[in-house]
């Protein structure tokens, strides 16, 4: 008898601690939009500007791709080595009738190569940040003729799915890790320097979504625990 | 008199000649961006075809209110009534584990799939659009064990891009253009192949593509990559 009330105890004490741990963590649902600049003919490749609506501004972020083995462009050859090395390297084109357009996956599908990585700044001190697990970017072959005019590439939509690591994290982040999205346009604004403008809309709706956590973030977390969590974000 | 009322008549012509196409460019304007925020469920398990479907919740007044829905080609996926296989055959070639990023990333396109995914949008009042897309989703490795748990399975990230095909109806009749989307996929019982509820946004730029004379010039300028 003392032997199973004891048992009853011990589970009892599972029970409630179980419980107890997964009402400790915080969720944190944060919502932004984006304006800022970069060029593909960077080194590396970063887009940088303001947050412009949403939980986390006013602050600043960026966004930079990996361009270990992009050549440079020679400014002796009328073409754009970099840029062509770009489009051959990330790009493909779809053919099907009505929608002819080209998709490029940064980093490519199952090449192992380094994701893009990214990082937010708030006005407030604290700091977000983590990898882009793939960023893709559409253009629209608008006369369907398989030829990438200028015109075409000028304007684009990009959008990503995002990974943030507690050890970027500071501020009310410290402990924080978590998952995302965001999705916009990548327009050039400068067609000498190849300037591009990447928008993620909007001030006043705010698309760009960080879903974040403040347990679990390290190795050895019980699975379990997600287990008894419900819907949390509905 | 007969000689006066032909010229009113004339003239009202000649009016109605010089005003319609003023009057149809502004029915139409040569660009428009539209974003708004969606709701929907669906379930990729459990039904054949992949339909996830809801409606527009905020955002636009042009499509505020209206459904939408996005279909996947399953034709070489194991059949709906083998939930556990579908699942299988999408997670062992579908996903992409990354180790350093903890996560695993699908992408459904005209490559993994037979075809493109496809989508529509469709208001009561001001019409239908539609056109091909890509989507990309993201499940993450929580405990960091290498295996995607079930309770990794109740949320996932997605984002992806679209095309707009020029083949809508009513105010949207003649847009063609481009449009990117993201947002969330959860599901509270990925264990018994529950509906995904899914929540997002979307923002599109749209542009007149109906003037006949658009294409040839497109084609004038110079080729920057082939």
């Excluded at chain 1, 705010?206 to 974040?212: E, K, T, W």
């Amino acid at each position: 008898m003392n032997r199973k009330l004891l048992l009853g105890i011990a589970v009892l004490c599972i029970l409630v601690f179980a419980v107890a741990s997964v009402s400790a963590i915080t969720f944190r649902t944060e919502r932004f939009s984006l304006n800022g600049t970069g060029s593909f003919m960077a080194h590396p490749p970063t887009f940088a500007g303001q947050f412009t609506g949403g939980t986390l501004f006013p602050g600043t972020f960026w966004i930079s791709f990996d361009d270990a083995g992009w050549p440079a462009d020679d400014s002796g050859t009328p073409q754009n080595e970099r840029l062509d090395y770009v489009i051959a390297h990330y790009f493909h084109y779809d053919a099907t009738v009505g929608g002819e357009s080209w998709d490029g996956y940064f980093p490519p599908s199952a090449s192992g190569e380094p994701m893009p990585m990214w990082r937010f700044y708030t006005a407030a001190g604290d700091t977000l940040g983590g990898s882009c697990t793939q960023i893709t970017i559409t253009i629209n072959d608008l006369n369907a003729n398989a030829i990438m005019e200028a015109s075409e590439y000028a304007a684009k939509v990009i959008s990503g799915n995002m990974v943030a690591y507690i050890n970027y994290g500071g501020g009310c982040f410290r402990n924080f890790c978590g998952t995302g999205s965001f999705s916009g346009t990548l327009n050039v604004v400068n067609a000498q320097t190849m300037e591009e403008e990447l928008y993620v809309p909007s001030p006043s709706l705010p698309s760009g979504r960080l879903y974040m956590k403040d347990g679990g973030c390290t190795v050895g977390v019980e699975s379990s625990s997600w287990g008894t969590i419900k819907s949390i974000y509905r | 008199m007969i000689m006066k009322g032909n010229i009113v008549i004339a003239l009202f012509l000649l009016a109605g000649v010089v005003l319609s196409p003023v009057c149809a460019s502004a029915q139409l304007p040569e660009a428009l961006s539209v974003q708004f925020e969606f709701e929907g469920m669906g379930n990729a398990m459990i039904n054949s075809l992949p339909v996830y479907a809801g409606a527009i919740i905020a955002g636009d007044p042009l499509v505020l209110g209206a459904d939408w829905w996005i279909r996947i080609d399953d034709s070489t996926w194991p059949p709906a009534s083998n939930p556990q296989a579908r699942w299988d055959y999408l997670f062992n070639n579908f996903a992409v584990h990354d180790a350093p990023s903890f996560s695993w990333t699908i992408v459904f396109d005209e490559q993994s799939c037979a075809t493109k995914p496809v989508w529509e949008i469709h208001h009561a009042t001001n019409g239908m659009m539609s056109g091909t897309l890509v989507v990309v989703v993201t499940f993450t490795d929580w405990n960091q064990n290498c295996i995607l748990d079930i309770e990794e399975r109740m949320l996932a990230m997605y984002s992806g891009n679209l095309i707009v095909m020029k083949y809508g109806t009513g105010i949207f009749a003649g847009y063609c253009g481009l449009g990117s989307f993201n947002g969330s996929i959860q599901n509270s019982d990925p264990a018994n192949w529950a509906d995904e509820y899914v929540e997002g946004s979307c923002f599109l730029n749209l542009q007149n593509c109906q003037v006949g004379t658009r294409e040839s010039s497109w084609t004038a300028i110079k080729s920057m990559y082939r």
